[in-house]
C-alpha cells in the first residue's frame, strides 16, 4: 500500500510564530497525524514558491511546453494537487476571499491533462486522487454570508474531483469586546474535531 500524502498548502502571510492561520492549521494537521502517523506531510508554501502571474502569453507558452514535455517543472504545482490524497488550504480571510499569492499558485494548479480534462463529449471530468478538502481561514471581523474564499475553493475542488470539503475558521478575532485566544481555542477543538471526521471517512 502507497504512502498517503496530504498537500498542506500554506498560504499564511505571516511567519508561523505569528500567524492565527497557521496556528489553526497546525491543530488540525497534528491532530490528524495522531491518527495516521505514517501519511506524509507535504507543505506548499505560495509566498516562497515564485510562481509568476499567469499572463495569456505565458499560458499559451504553458500548453506548448506540456505538449511538448509534460513533465516540465512548470508543471509541479499541477502534479502535486493531483497526486495528494487529502488537500488542506490555510489562507487568512482578505478582502473577502483570501491573499492574491494563493490564486497565483491555483492557476498553475489548473492544468488540463494533469488536474482536469474534458470527454469526448466535452464534459469536464476532475483527474485528482483527494476526496477531501479542508479550508482554514481567520478572520479579524464576521465573515457572515461574504465566505466567498471557501465557495471558490469548493468550486476548484469540484473542477478538479475533489467533491467534499470541510471549513474551519476562527472569525471576530479583532473585534474590541472579544476575547481572541478564547476564540482560538474553540476553533482548535473544531479542527480537532474536523480532523477526526475526515479520518473516520476512510482518507
Not at 491573499?99 to 491533462?113: D, H, I, T
Amino acid at each position: 500500500m502507497s504512502e498517503k500524502t496530504i498537500l498542506f498548502i500554506n498560504a499564511c502571510m505571516r511567519d508561523a510564530g505569528a500567524s492565527r492561520t497557521w496556528r489553526l492549521a497546525q491543530a488540525f494537521l497534528e491532530a490528524f497525524r495522531k491518527q495516521n502517523p505514517d501519511i506524509r506531510i507535504k507543505e506548499r508554501k505560495v509566498l516562497d514558491s515564485a510562481l509568476p502571474i499567469l499572463t495569456g502569453t505565458l499560458a499559451e507558452k504553458r500548453d506548448q511546453t506540456f505538449r511538448e514535455n509534460p513533465h516540465d517543472p512548470m508543471f509541479d504545482a499541477a502534479y502535486e494537487m493531483a497526486a495528494a490524497d487529502l488537500v488542506v488550504i490555510a489562507a487568512p480571510y482578505w478582502d473577502l476571499t483570501f491573499p492574491a499569492a494563493l490564486k497565483v499558485y491555483l492557476e498553475w494548479c489548473s492544468v488540463l491533462g494533469i488536474t482536469f480534462h474534458y470527454t469526448r463529449e466535452g464534459k469536464q471530468e476532475g483527474l485528482c486522487r483527494a476526496e477531501k478538502l479542508v479550508y482554514i481561514t481567520t478572520a479579524g471581523g464576521i465573515i457572515g454570508d461574504q465566505n466567498y474564499g471557501y465557495e471558490y475553493m469548493k468550486g476548484l475542488g469540484r473542477m478538479f474531483g475533489i467533491h467534499d470539503s470541510a471549513w474551519i475558521s476562527a472569525e471576530g478575532l479583532d473585534i474590541q469586546e472579544n476575547d481572541p485566544e478564547a476564540i482560538m481555542l474553540e476553533a482548535e477543538k473544531e479542527a480537532v474535531r474536523t480532523a477526526e471526521e475526515v479520518k473516520a471517512s476512510g482518507i
